[in-house]
């Protein structure tokens, strides 16, 4: 249920963010494996600059394990250091990951974890309205994980 409320705003929220005029907004499709857990995902999100150099980056990767369900929400902020074709960024943000191990003959244990992200990446526009999107973080939660992403990303305006 939380799962379902929290794309419902993730929804929401990139809805509202279309119809606003000023700044930058993009969509992000990709992979995502996380180094320690060795799963891999499907990653999909949005990117809205706020100001110049800053962006909020939120987005949701759908891992898929062995056995159960794993989730991972990203709020990250970005500044971006360098403009143009290829533009590199600093990242820092919050992660919220949900797994749920399937138990035979018991209930499903599921489980939630929050940490910080930190971590850098870039843009590398290859079309007019597309580029690759490169990214290596660090989340800090428990043990703590680096992921890599790669995504394909559109701009919108």
Do not use: H
Request: glycine share 10%; no cysteine; aromatic share 16%.
């Amino acid at each position: 249920m939380r799962k379902l409320l929290f794309i419902f705003a993730f929804i929401l929220a990139t809805s509202l963010v279309q119809a606003q005029d000023r700044g930058d907004f993009r969509l992000q499709v990709g992979g995502e494996f996380g180094l320690n857990s060795e799963l891999f995902g499907l990653n999909v999100g949005a990117e809205y600059l706020l100001m110049d150099r800053i962006s909020a980056a939120p987005n949701f990767t759908i891992y898929f394990p062995t056995s159960g369900r794993a989730s991972n929400l990203n709020v990250d902020f970005r500044y971006y250091l360098t403009e143009g074709t290829l533009q590199w960024y600093g990242l820092a943000g919050y992660t919220n990951n949900w797994s749920t191990v399937d138990m035979v003959g018991s209930t499903n244990a599921t489980y939630s974890t929050q940490g910080a992200n930190i971590g850098a990446g870039g843009v590398l526009k290859f079309a007019d309205r597309l580029a690759f999107n490169p990214e290596i973080k660090y989340q800090a939660q428990r043990d703590g994980q680096a992921v890599f992403r790669l995504g394909l990303v559109y701009f919108m305006n």
